[in-house]
């Protein structure tokens, strides 16, 4: 099964998250917790859209998605976190 952790980012298709429409392309902020709902696991997230042009979008959003749909596109980088004066490093 996929660990799902802060920092990551991810690609869900529409049909296997809620809510919105597209596929979701997402930074992992916070992995809120997990649930069994008509025989699938799904995770509670939140995190902020990838646009198209790579940015982040400035308002952070909530998600739910099948984890087995999950796609992890990217790692957090530990680097990245350690060198922002007080963030906090995500750990596996």
Do not use: C
Request: aromatic letters at 6%; charged letters at 25%; a positive charge.
């Amino acid at each position: 099964m996929i660990a799902l952790v802060p920092g990551q980012t991810i690609r869900v298709p529409t049909q296997h998250y809620a809510f919105g429409e597209g596929e979701l392309h997402m930074r992992v902020t916070e992995h809120l917790g997990e649930y069994t709902l008509g025989g699938e696991r799904w995770a509670e997230l939140k995190g902020y859209n990838i646009r198209p042009d790579g940015t982040l979008a400035k308002q952070e959003r909530y998600a739910s998605v099948r984890i087995k749909h999950v796609r992890v596109v990217a790692e957090p980088d530990a680097r990245r976190g350690a060198s922002a004066g007080g963030g906090s490093s995500v750990t596996k």
